[in-house]
């Protein structure tokens, strides 16, 4: 399989890092290829309509398949096929990328009480669960790829695992050019709009919930 190839150029909403791996190539050989890495500058805005809670909220790390999560750069050039572009990778791999993104939006807030990683031993109320099924950059029968990312989520009782809400969420964010840097501006856009969407969702669910059943 051979990847599409790549035409970085400089974008302000993406840091740009060009490294050389040794022991880096599609084939599996040893020559050495220049990588550029990208890392989407996550400015997702909260909405003032959110609700303001007095709950706590732990999101654990999100699960992803293999081939998902991978730092290499997805691309779907026609149904049913996956490639990745050459000399070109993400900073962090997406789930990462998806855990801080909601995060940072959850913190910047101002709307909830206390948030954290659930790594972070936090006693929370709920937890939010994510699960990445798609992190690709899509052509979709066009000419021109779209950044496309596919979250299932889950808010949980922390106390009793009960199950409060569960959602799908998908945002497809047209590149408007098929170079590798253009590419990875939509997903800067992608990843906040996704990212604002699933904040919104845990905070009104978890308040609606919160309303019926005071918390211990």
Request: net charge neutral.
């Amino acid at each position: 399989m051979t990847p599409l190839p790549s035409t970085p150029v400089a974008r302000a909403a993406t840091l740009v890092l060009l490294l050389a791996l040794a022991g880096c190539s599609v084939l599996g050989g040893t020559q050495r290829d220049p990588v550029t890495l990208y890392s989407p500058q996550l400015a997702a805005q909260a909405d003032p309509s959110w609700p303001k809670v007095d709950w706590q909220l732990a999101i654990a790390s999100p699960s992803a398949a293999r081939v998902v999560d991978s730092a290499r750069m997805a691309v779907r050039p026609i149904p049913g096929e996956l490639q990745v572009y050459r000399g070109s990778a993400w900073a962090q791999t997406p789930t990462s990328m998806l855990e801080t993104g909601v995060l940072r939006v959850l913190e910047d807030s101002g709307k909830i009480t206390g948030v954290g990683r659930l790594a972070s031993g936090l006693r929370s109320d709920y937890r939010l669960l994510m699960d990445l099924r798609r992190f690709e950059a899509d052509y979709r029968g066009g000419p021109e790829p779209a950044a496309t990312i596919e979250v299932s989520a889950t808010l949980l009782d922390s106390h009793d695992q009960r199950i409060v809400a569960r959602r799908t969420f998908t945002r497809v964010q047209p590149a408007g050019a098929s170079d590798v840097a253009t590419v990875a501006n939509a997903f800067d856009q992608a990843l906040a709009s996704i990212s604002a969407e699933i904040t919104g969702w845990a905070l009104v669910q978890g308040q609606s919930d919160a309303a019926t059943r005071p918390r211990p």
